[in-house]
């Protein structure tokens, strides 16, 4: 089995075209072109304005990531794409362009699971992937705790949110402290002015009764509610809001919960290597508190840098490669588009 | 050797032509899953025809109007097909090709399904397109000039001289392109309607 592949991958679940390009774990081009700004007016990504951006970006992402990569299209080796979980007719988009490049080149294709990209995003940085390890995806879309033994095999979820994801919370509250969509880096930028001990809002599912029942998942909603209660009862004083305050203490409740949790769950399994993946991973409080309380439990953190933690197409290179080179079965051309793939199925 | 398909009806058709006439057309046999059903016809007429990818010059592709998950489907495909082959990809408009393979004189009518009960529908005078597309309701449209296309026979009231064919074939998309019974277009999606979004509300209060 090749044990370089080079691999052409395709994202497009949500609002994000990405097309990557990897040569095993050696990541070649990652263009990636965003229809954020068009969603932004709404306060969330509409899904028949990602698909149609989706078709109009195809073709020229396709093109711009080979000429970063300097390859010609007939020298790839495989085609990978997202084929869920994400917006059903967005999937769709990317699921036909990487059947149409497979058809077209004479080249297998694999349908590989958006959440198991998200970690194997982490080999083109940091080599190859620890197994087991556990890892946090937190984005607009997921936020799961999941235990990887094989990436290419399908992973474990040991836990989820129960209502909100992450990112959504960071959107609802920057929305109602007056901050742009997406409201994660704005967020995480104004929380460096303020104080994260402001207020004490609560952390979601880590009540001892919670514990029982929920002791891997997450919520989200309450706290985001918290916020609401807070800010418009100073609004009803006539009080100005403290925002980078509020952002701040807002910020420390959701990465507290996180990393809490993430850091039980790995003890739990007695797993050495923690992954945090999604573009909340980005937010910076988040990987410095997860870096400073795994040092004490002797858990080492992998954290991609922020340019692969959200949505691209490397990553799904990244895992298309995987499974090359771990000699995977490829997937038929009536792959379907599966907009709620479980993630304990990577191939389809 | 060209490859044709359209996607905006209910069904996939796939077809190839190598100049002269059709060599092979298929259509699925199930309905939507576009997505999952047309590179496999793909593959399949050209196992038919005994052609491989190499032997394809050119691309077809319907542009709708028609519901867009398939319509994209269709139009990526076509694209993408295109730009890895390095052929050109012509766009045509399916009510046309139903246009074409009614081959009538005069004036002539295409609808087709837009759902919402809605109808697309172009006009035609000697299978030249005068009017349209659009997308209406059958009664703001309703004709009794002779009628083709699925919109036709979902709503015989307004449309009472309706015939066949029902829905594009991509044999006659091949033909349209091959002996440019229609003008050609670049293969941009005929949406004809905007994305339902709404700009959101402020926050709801909470307390
Ligand atoms: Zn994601």
Redesign the pocket.
């Known amino acids: 089995m090749k044990q370089e592949p080079l691999v052409l991958g395709i994202e497009t679940?949500?609002d994000e075209t990405g097309v990557g390009i990897v040569r095993g774990h050696t990541l070649l081009a990652d263009a990636v072109a965003s229809s954020v700004e068009e969603h932004a007016r709404f306060g969330g990504v509409v899904p028949e304005v990602a698909s149609r951006a989706h078709l109009e970006a195809m073709v020229p992402t396709i093109e711009r990531a080979c000429d970063t990569a300097g390859i010609a299209l007939r020298d790839v080796d495989a085609i990978a794409v997202t084929n869920g979980p994400?917006l059903a007719g967005a999937l769709l988009v990317g699921v036909a362009a990487a059947k149409a490049l497979a058809l077209g080149l004479g080249k297998p294709i694999y349908g590989v699971n958006?959440?198991a990209a998200?970690i194997a995003v982490d080999q083109l940085e940091h080599g190859a992937l620890p197994e087991p390890c556990l890892a946090l995806?937190v984005?607009?879309?997921?936020s799961s705790l999941l235990k990887v033994t094989d990436v290419t095999a399908g992973v474990e979820p040991l836990g989820a949110t129960i209502d909100d994801a992450a990112g959504e919370a960071f959107d609802k509250v920057a929305r109602l402290l007056g901050l742009p969509f997406p409201g994660g880096p704005h967020i995480d930028r104004v929380a460096r002015e303020g104080s994260s001990v402001y207020v004490d809002f609560p952390r979601g599912l880590t009540a001892r009764r919670d514990l029982e029942r929920h002791r891997f998942d997450f919520s989200f909603s309450g706290l985001k509610t918290a916020v609401a209660r807070w800010v418009e009862a100073r609004e009803r004083a006539g009080e100005p809001v403290p925002v980078s305050d509020v952002a701040a203490s807002f910020q420390e409740a959701v990465c507290d919960v996180l990393v809490r949790k993430a850091l039980d769950a790995a003890a739990s399994q007695g797993i050495e290597d923690l992954l945090i993946?999604?573009?909340v991973a980005a937010n910076s409080r988040l990987r410095a508190m997860a870096e400073e309380r795994a040092s004490r439990l002797g858990i080492r953190v992998r954290v991609p840098r922020p340019g692969l933690c959200?949505?691209n197409g490397a990553m799904v290179a990244a895992l298309g490669s995987e499974m090359v080179a771990r000699g995977r079965t490829p997937s038929p051309l009536d792959l379907p588009a599966d907009s709620s793939l479980p993630v304990t199925s990577v191939l389809a | 050797m060209l490859l044709a398909f359209d996607t905006a009806s209910p069904q996939v058709t796939v077809a190839l032509h190598d100049g002269a006439d059709v060599v092979a057309e298929l259509t699925s046999e199930r309905e939507m899953k576009h997505g999952e059903q047309l590179a496999p016809l793909i593959e399949a007429v050209m196992a038919r025809a005994g052609i491989v990818r190499q032997d394809l010059t050119a691309i077809g592709v319907g542009v709708g109007p028609g519901p867009f998950t398939g319509l994209r489907v269709g139009l990526v495909t076509a694209r993408t097909l295109g730009f890895v082959l390095e052929i050109p990809v012509y766009g045509v408009c399916s009510l046309d090709v139903l246009a074409a393979e009614a081959d009538r004189p005069g004036e002539l009518v295409v609808a087709t399904d837009a759902r919402r009960k809605e109808v697309y529908l172009a006009s035609y005078v000697d299978g030249v397109r005068v009017a349209g597309p659009a997308v209406a309701k059958p009664a703001t449209v309703a004709t009794v000039l002779p009628v083709v296309g699925e919109g036709g026979a979902l709503y015989p009231a307004d449309f009472p001289h309706f015939s066949g064919p029902m829905r594009p074939s991509a044999g006659w998309l091949a033909r349209v392109v091959t002996e440019e019974l229609a003008e050609l277009c670049d293969p941009e999606p005929m949406y004809l309607r905007r994305p339902d979004a709404e700009a959101p509300r402020p926050p709801k209060r909470v307390s």
């Open positions: 679940s949500c994400g958006h959440l998200h995806l984005s607009g879309g997921h993946g999604g573009g959200t949505d």
